[in-house]
């Protein structure tokens, strides 16, 4: 969501006379957009000012802007702490720019903007034209989350959930199209909770579905709950829907998902693979975990193993139990490092086997792939097959936005390597 939002961010500052540089020394307006889901996201933030304060010593100093979730979280604090920021502002205000801009250039004040306007936002990102032009695109649909799982930022930095209106999204999805996207992501903190007027993510999919150029369709991320039958139909139905469902589970233990504050627990979980797997027997499944959440036993860990072996996940996030500053989580007993760690090491070793055996079977089979770009100018071109695994093969004609099959005659933990087949 951070990459959509860089994006619209960009189309906001063309709109005033700036553009784009890769050139650090030569930047007079510098953005920061952060995310709070990691660990030490904000000490990150002032690491980065620290590097930019170093760059510009001698030089007049450019405008400093921090956006996304933790300029939302610190607000004032982070004009307090550090006198560089010119400006600090939520991920629900970033259509403010233009004036945000005219404050700091002509009325040489600093600017604290965390309101939580996402209505004015879309209203306002509606009226400029998107720039973008990737052949895969992300289109954010909904936004902000109302599950307050206990270990996460999101309910409290992004708001509420609000979805954007249909016509306003499908009117931007063709934008996309003709700037040359051939596959868009539809994001959302809650994706499946998109709910605009009762036209639900499923008629959206379908709607998408029917538009003219358009290739794939993808979708992230998923809360089990809001998995309903409605949108594994459409899994069926809607042949441009990719076969790859992303539905974190975070724990394979129904005691910590409750502890979690989840609101679903293992049974519901794998009812949906099922139902899912019903519909499309192609279909597979990514899927985020926490290792460590306090109360973990060995037993519950165990649990996750075991959910592990029996999805066969083609990609596992994992990560240990971090505290987020206000969440309920926060306030627990954390399990020891010493622990913790092990079982990481353990649930990755398992998930590095599950992907190798999975590549494996991969060898010699063909797959389809929608070519993004290249890598080089030796002719190495970079894509992905329908369940958005990474393929790269060498070809001496351009491969962008082309779709062919490819036969898989390598790999290695992230990577296809194949040459196409005609
Ligand atoms: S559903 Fe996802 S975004 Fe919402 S609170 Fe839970 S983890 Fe955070």
Redesign the pocket.
């Known amino acids: 969501m951070n990459e959509y939002d860089s994006n619209r961010i960009l189309d906001l500052f063309k709109k005033i006379g700036y553009t784009r540089t890769e050139n650090i020394s030569e930047t007079n307006c510098y953005v920061l957009n952060t995310c709070h889901i990691r660990e030490k996201a904000t000490d990150k933030v002032y690491h980065d000012v620290g590097r930019l304060k170093k760059e510009f010593r001698n030089k007049k100093k450019p405008i400093l802007l921090v956006t996304g979730c933790v300029a939302q979280a610190e607000g004032e604090e982070m004009l307090k702490k550090e006198s560089y920021i010119d400006g600090v502002f939520g991920p629900q205000s970033y259509h403010k720019i233009p004036k945000i801009i005219n404050k700091i250039e002509i009325e040489k004040s600093r600017v604290n903007s965390t309101e939580f306007d996402v209505i004015e936002k879309f209203d306002n990102l509606n009226l400029i034209k998107t720039k973008c032009s990737k052949i895969s695109s992300f289109l954010t649909i909904q936004e902000g989350?109302d599950?307050?799982?206990h270990f996460?930022v999101?309910?409290y930095t992004r708001g509420p959930e609000y979805s954007r209106s249909n016509n306003e999204i499908l009117s931007e999805a063709r934008q996309l199209i003709d700037a040359g996207a051939k596959e868009i992501t539809l994001l959302g903190?809650?994706v499946n909770a998109y709910n605009s007027k009762n036209f639900l993510l499923s008629d959206l999919i379908c709607a998408l579905n029917e538009m003219s150029g358009l290739e794939r369709i993808r979708y992230t991320?998923s809360?089990p709950k809001d998995m309903t039958d409605d949108l594994i139909d459409v899994h069926k139905n809607c042949k441009k829907l990719m076969p790859l469902v992303h539905l974190?589970v975070q724990s394979g233990s129904s005691k910590i998902l409750k502890l979690m504050n989840r609101k679903h627990n293992i049974d519901d979980y794998l009812n949906t693979i099922k139902k899912l797997k019903d519909k499309n027997p192609s279909i597979k499944f990514s899927s985020d975990f926490i290792i460590g959440y306090p109360g973990e036993t060995e037993e519950d860990f165990k649990l996750t193993l075991a959910l592990l072996d029996e999805i066969d996940f083609i990609n596992s996030y994992s990560f240990i139990f971090s505290p987020r500053p206000g969440t309920p989580a926060s306030k627990l007993k954390n399990i020891d490092k010493k622990i913790t760690k092990k079982r990481l090491i353990s649930f990755q070793k398992k998930s590095e086997e599950i992907i190798k055996n999975y590549h494996q079977e991969l060898l010699n089979k063909k797959v389809e792939v929608l070519f993004e770009n290249s890598i080089n100018k030796d002719g190495k071109y970079f894509g992905r097959d329908k369940h958005a695994n990474a393929v790269m093969v060498q070809s001496s004609q351009d491969l962008t936005g082309k779709i062919f099959d490819v036969k898989i005659t390598n790999f290695n933990q992230n990577t296809l390597f194949g040459e196409i087949s005609l």
């Open positions: 989350c599950k307050f799982c996460c999101v309910p903190q809650n991320t809360h974190p």
